[in-house]
């Protein structure tokens, strides 16, 4: 059955979706105001051009419309075959002519968005493996390409920014790193405080604090730069933040 709005009642699980797809919107409004020679330019993320971003983001929806339809019909399909397959699909994307990077780019994200919108109720809790093998509900996909569009709308360098992402997105981020940093141990002796809410992570009797507005302390956490951030107990000097993926 084909419907014309998502099938899940779940109020949580369709703000989620709303998230995931104004981030695509944004994302996409984001590579339109490239030129086509503009895509050539670096990006933010070392080693990687404007294209090998779009290839990437295609690339992954893709990926996520094979996990609901995993979660649709009981039929294993990895999100890729392994982590190098993933590498050389997005090293081969971004050779792709700018027209057929962006439909790449399009077509992905109208074919993952249907694939979610008719996803019955009771198949958003059939588990799935993300490409790291982590087992999750079908649900947490929609987290998985909401963090993907927002972070990589930025790192396309032309003008986004990390107070362009919506505060419910940067607070899960910060959430999801630094209890990353947490299960690894790579954050002792850390505290991360954001000045603008009342959130803080990390060691209680850290001897280094990172403070700062949550756009600027998230932009630190994904290891995007220190601008905007303050740090106590270092005599001034801001640290790298410890390796999120
Ligand atoms: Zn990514």
């Known amino acids: 059955m084909v419907a014309r709005h998502d ?23 984001k590579l339109n105001e490239l030129t086509d020679a503009q895509l050539d330019g670096d990006s933010l993320l070392p080693g990687w051009s404007r294209r090998h971003i779009a290839a990437h983001i295609g690339y992954n929806a893709r990926a996520i419309a094979r996990l609901i339809e995993w979660a649709a019909t009981g039929v294993e399909t990895p999100m890729y075959p392994s982590v190098a397959v993933r590498d050389e699909e997005i090293e081969f994307g971004a050779t792709l002519s700018p027209i057929a990077l962006r439909n790449l780019f399009d077509h992905s994200a109208v074919h993952l968005s249907v694939e979610w919108r008719d996803l019955p109720d009771d198949a958003w809790h059939h588990t799935v493996r993300t490409v790291q093998g ?65 959130l803080t992570f990390g060691d209680p009797d850290a001897a280094v604090v990172i403070t700062g507005p949550l756009p600027a302390v998230v932009q630190w956490a994904t290891g995007r730069g220190t601008h905007g951030v303050g740090a106590d107990g270092t005599a001034g000097q801001v640290p790298a933040a410890p390796k999120w993926i």
């Open 134 to 198: 982590r087992d999750v509900p079908a649900s947490e996909t929609v987290w998985m390409r909401s963090r993907e569009v927002w972070v990589h709308a930025v790192d396309l360098d032309n003008g986004a920014t990390f107070a362009d992402i919506p505060e419910p997105v940067l607070e899960r981020l910060l959430k999801d790193i630094t209890g990353a940093w947490h299960t690894r141990g790579t954050d002792k002796g850390l505290q991360v405080r954001v000045t603008d809410s009342d």
């Open 7 to 29: 099938l899940t009642t779940d109020p949580g699980l369709q703000a989620q979706l709303l998230q995931a797809r104004r981030g695509t919107a944004f994302f996409a409004r």
